[in-house]
T-cell receptor, first 115, second 112 residues
């Protein structure tokens, strides 16, 4: 089954404690992206990756890092989480970013609470 | 900058039609999408429309696009309780980053 998986689904942590949210897709997609969802703001793009070893900032990259060492995985790293990073995070992938039919598939989301 | 706006809440009775509206600012957006998010779930693509189309119909869903006014709507015919969810409008294709610009989401409540 074609899917995007994220782990963990729920996470409570404390300020400053490094964490990683994993994202994996089994569709051999080149394009992957991270979004955060906050009430009243919709989804905002954090980082994206066009292919292995190619990553770039989205609209709200501050406080986040990503890596793309393999095509299937695109982890989101919070080196020193702060309470304003409490949010619902979605990973997405598509074969390319350029055509409507190549829809972006979304993972189930990771709900993060930073105390 | 680019922006997509939606009303936050819509309540309808089961069997009625629902119309969810969206406006966007970037006229170079080439694709406009509607996503559905059920409680605790990810985003599911419902439908999309090219910017050179006026209307697209897919079973109970009808998408209308007024490119001049940059206005997009999603009509759900014969709304069911299972349609209760958050609906996101998104615009894309105007940049080479693959970024989708999302609206705030409209919560659709369907009353029996």
């Amino acid at each position: 089954e074609a899917q995007v998986t994220q782990n963990p689904r729920y996470l409570i942590t404390v300020t400053g404690k490094k964490l990683t949210v994993t994202c994996s897709q089994n569709m051999n997609h080149e394009y992957m992206s991270w979004y955060r969802q906050d009430p009243g703001l919709g989804l905002r793009q954090i980082y994206y990756s066009m292919n292995v070893e190619v990553t770039d900032k989205g609209d709200v990259p501050e406080g986040y890092k990503v890596s793309r060492k393999e095509k299937r995985n695109f982890p989101l790293i919070l080196e020193s989480p702060s309470p304003n990073q409490t949010s619902l995070y979605f990973c997405a992938s598509s074969s390319t970013p350029f055509t409507a039919k190549e829809t972006q598939y979304f993972g189930p989301g990771t709900r993060l609470l930073v105390l | 900058g680019e922006d997509v706006e939606q009303s936050l809440f819509l309540s309808v009775r089961e069997g009625d039609s629902s119309v969810i509206n969206c406006t966007y600012t970037d006229s170079s957006s080439t694709y406009l999408y509607w996503y559905k998010q059920e409680p605790g779930a990810g985003l599911q693509l419902l439908t999309y429309i090219f910017s050179n189309m006026d209307m697209k119909q897919d079973q109970r869903l009808t998408v209308l696009l007024n490119k001049k006014d940059k206005h997009l709507s999603l009509r759900i015919a014969d709304t069911q309780t299972g349609d209760s969810a958050i609906y996101f409008c998104a615009a894309g294709g105007s940049s080479n980053t693959g970024k989708l610009i999302f609206g705030q989401g409209t919560t659709l409540q369907v009353k029996p």
